[in-house]
């Protein structure tokens, strides 16, 4: 991880109440010690995350809301907190919940702390070479990967304390709604390629056959990893549902650019599995129906309706970094204006692959 503007609070965006936060940890974070120095972990783009280290050398992280623009129901630090600590009852691998403050007064916006997993988080193929070199540890990771969702999709809900997460049936009738709202919510622009895909999506969609928990952000970025190539944790659970759990394996299957592959469309860089010797999505598809035993014969249709669902969250990004709520004050914004459009096309091309019903 990269930390940037280290600091006291007043110092590091977002952290702005020194004696309530120190007060928080030292009764509700076992074996902190403030003083508490600050840094911005950079890479969301959403949620804020935080390094938090105390005056004994102990490493938290603490996640925050953005500073502004909120969506109604959006960035639910409760929720993500309940949703980590249930997930860690399962096999699959998450950084410890620690504690929740959902009283503003603490520091402005509810919050959550984590425990501080030690890894790598892999964005772009230039880390993947300088984390992993051996090829081997990196087709280690890739198997690691669907591997743990296909461990994270057969989860009994129930049994973990997750079964009323969310309603499990007519996941893409919601999520469709959601996003459209969502979209509609936070355009810069019209763009009628957004609802030309839209309305595809609705006449092409499949029966739910398959339910569980949904990550919503499952790709290599959002994991941290070890040189040998395993799976430290799972990050970034503020999108998890439950649902139609095919919807992940399209996600990922969108980010898991090939060796040789040009950019991806709507892509600001190249993804990190680009660096070569990952498994091949062929690979990934056939080793996930393998371990869970479930269809994926519609898989382009989820990877159509991922595109069409990033190109709605980007451009909530785009709207938030132009409104300047975010804590990373460099990011390229003119970066945005082409890639919700990209996205979008990539949607329409993908929906003309599925199979005719």
Not at 28 to 34: F, I
Not at 312 to 329: F, H, Q, S
Request: glycine content about 8%; some cysteine; hydrophobic content about 40%.
């Amino acid at each position: 991880m990269v930390q940037t503007q280290i600091g006291t609070p007043g110092e590091v965006p977002g952290i702005v109440d020194g004696p309530g936060l120190e007060a928080f940890f030292a009764h509700h974070v076992h074996g902190a010690q403030p003083p508490l120095q600050y840094s911005v972990i950079a890479g969301g783009h959403s949620n804020l995350t935080y390094r938090v280290q105390d005056a004994a050398g102990n490493r938290f992280v603490l996640r925050r809301p953005p500073l502004g623009h909120v969506l109604a129901s959006a960035h639910d630090m409760g929720r993500e907190h309940r949703i980590i600590a249930a997930v860690a009852r399962s096999t699959v691998p998450v950084a410890p919940a620690l504690a929740v403050s959902l009283d503003e007064s603490v520091n402005g916006a509810p919050f959550y702390v984590m425990g501080f997993v030690d890894g790598h988080v892999l964005t772009a193929p230039a880390e993947v070479d300088a984390a992993l070199p051996n090829h081997d540890d990196r087709r280690r990771l890739g198997l690691a990967v669907i591997d743990t969702l296909a461990e994270l999709h057969r989860v009994d809900v129930d049994t973990i304390g997750l079964g009323e997460l969310a309603r499990r049936d007519a996941y893409l009738d919601r999520q469709l709604k959601r996003w459209r709202g969502q979209w509609e919510q936070s355009k810069t622009r019209e763009l009628p390629v957004m609802d030309e895909c839209y309305d595809l999506l609705l006449a092409h969609q499949p029966d739910q056959r398959y339910t569980g928990i949904v990550h919503g952000d499952y790709r290599l970025g959002n994991f941290l990893s070890r040189p040998d190539g395993t799976l430290a944790a799972v990050l970034d659970w503020e999108l998890c549902t439950l649902g139609d759990v095919l919807a992940d394996v399209g996600y990922l299957l969108n980010n898991w650019a090939e060796q040789g592959e040009p950019l991806p469309a709507g892509a600001i860089d190249y993804p990190p599995t680009a660096a070569g010797g990952f498994p091949t999505r062929a690979e990934m598809t056939a080793r996930y129906a393998e371990r869970t035993g479930y269809d994926v014969s519609m898989v382009q249709y989820y990877r159509a309706f991922s595109s069409w669902r990033l190109a709605a969250i980007n451009e909530g990004v785009k709207r938030r970094y132009l409104e300047g709520v975010m804590a990373d004050t460099t990011f390229p914004i003119e970066a945005y204006e082409h890639r919700v459009e990209a996205l979008a096309r990539t949607a329409l091309q993908l929906l003309g692959t599925i199979p005719s019903a």
